[in-house]
């Protein structure tokens, strides 16, 4: 278990050199996808909701202090989606590739909610449409990568060994 804990914090620790490096590259009107939150929502899907929360906070602490403000904003959202997407690990196939990017679509529009939400809360000003444009629009980002990504992460767990309770 504690490799396993170690391929999670690999994961993440990539899946933030790259948000921090080269996503700004793929932006579709200044729409950027969020690399952490999927890797999150992966975790969770596949390990249920307790390792879904533990690659939240893991996830989401790397992203603050990469981000340097606000510390706990991205923790909490990336705990929501992972405990979110940890509900399903038992109720819907992990195999099916569309299955992963509905609740990657479903847990990103919660941690993007979450967030702005919270932004609110510290009165930090965020007008709504823009905040509805970017909650909608990372999460249809995300869910396309899903259906690109998902049977790669999902096969590499497999071969690994660490999915042993699916059947393939």
């Given amino acids: 278990m504690k490799k396993l804990r170690l391929f999670f914090l690999a994961f993440i620790l990539l899946a933030l050199i790259l948000q921090t490096t080269v996503v700004d590259l793929f932006r579709v009107y200044s729409i950027k996808p969020d690399l952490?939150?999927?890797?999150?929502?992966?975790?969770?899907?596949?390990?249920?909701?307790?390792?879904?929360?533990?690659?939240?906070?893991?996830?989401?602490?790397?992203?603050?202090?990469?981000?340097?403000?606000?510390?706990?904003?991205n923790i909490m959202s990336?705990?929501?989606?992972?405990?979110?997407a940890g509900m399903g690990k038992n109720n819907f196939y992990?195999?099916?590739?569309?299955?992963?990017?509905?609740?990657?679509?479903?847990?990103?529009?919660?941690?993007?909610?979450?967030?702005?939400?919270?932004?609110?809360?510290?009165?930090?000003?965020?007008?709504?449409?823009?905040?509805i444009k970017i909650i909608v629009g990372v999460a249809l980002y995300n869910g396309f990568l899903t259906l690109i990504l998902y049977r790669w992460f999902y096969m590499f767990f497999i071969s690994k060994g660490y999915l042993k309770d699916v059947d393939v």
């Fill in 94 to 131: 992990k195999d099916n590739v569309f299955v992963a990017s509905v609740i990657c679509v479903i847990g990103t529009l919660l941690s993007q909610l979450v967030y702005y939400l919270l932004l609110l809360f510290l009165i930090v000003d965020v007008p709504v449409l823009h905040g």
């Fill in 36 to 73: 952490v939150l999927l890797v999150v929502i992966f975790l969770g899907f596949m390990y249920g909701k307790r390792d879904g929360m533990l690659a939240g906070f893991l996830g989401g602490l790397f992203s603050d202090l990469a981000a340097g403000s606000y510390i706990g904003l």
């Fill in 78 to 84: 990336y705990l929501a989606a992972g405990y979110l």
